[in-house]
């Protein structure tokens, strides 16, 4: 079951925040961020685990809503460094430890 | 910082043949994925392996796919009888354990079916 995303693109001036956010309709155990520039590979941001915790790399944190089902990426005084796209991919509790099932991803642009 | 390293980069085939792409994961890796991602969409898993055997393959992942551990440090995907569908970038990944653990991904390499 593929994870929704929201929003697909947001725009942002250098210096303001957003917040991306990554739901599913099934019990969730792990939820993991990634950054992608154009033509480039995925790369790691964080993983959150089901328990709600939060987690911070520099400037950018997540938190993961059990109840919900729906892990949420902050992105705080956004840099120039911070465009790209945003994909959460999910494993499902009770599901496979391997695979990750992306979302469609979240496009940000942060411009001067 | 250990990377995982694809090659070739850019692979250009003719529809029906045969490719193979190639992956050399992190050293003290254990899980190694394939990963593919058509122009503008979503990245899609293929498949997984650990202790030299799939553990895991999606749909997608049908008879045209294999893949193979052939010594201690390569990994590689073939596709046979290529098709102009599967033209897309297909990543690499590989984490040291499944679940928990984060899955690090190779520079990827685009494949283009003529």
């Not at chain 2, 694809?6 to 529809?15: C, E, N, R």
């Amino acid at each position: 079951q593929q994870p929704v995303q929201s929003p697909q693109a947001v725009i942002l001036r250098e210096g303001e925040d957003a917040v991306i956010n990554c739901s599913s309709s099934k019990a969730l155990y792990s939820v993991h961020w990634y950054r992608q520039k154009h033509g480039e590979a995925p790369v790691f941001l964080m993983i959150l685990l089901k328990g709600g915790e939060q987690k911070g790399h520099e400037k950018i944190s997540a938190s993961f809503n059990e109840k919900k089902q729906q892990s949420s990426l902050y992105l705080t005084a956004s840099q120039l460094s911070y465009s790209g796209t945003y994909f959460c991919g999910t494993q499902q509790s009770g599901g496979s430890n391997y695979k990750l099932t992306f979302g469609k991803g979240t496009l940000l642009t942060v411009n001067p | 910082e250990p990377e995982v390293t694809q090659t070739p980069s850019h692979q250009v085939t003719q529809m029906g043949q045969e490719v193979i792409l190639r992956c050399v994961p992190i050293s003290n890796h254990l899980y190694f994925y394939w990963y593919r991602q058509i122009l503008g969409q979503k990245v899609e898993f293929l498949v997984s392996f650990y202790n030299n055997e799939i553990s895991e393959k999606s749909e997608i992942f049908d008879d045209q796919f294999s893949v193979e551990r052939p010594d201690g440090s390569n990994f590689t995907l073939k596709i046979r009888s290529t098709k102009l569908e599967d033209s897309a970038m297909y990543f690499c990944a590989s984490s040291y354990a499944g679940g928990n653990q984060p899955q690090h991904f190779g520079d990827g390499t685009r494949l283009s079916i003529l």
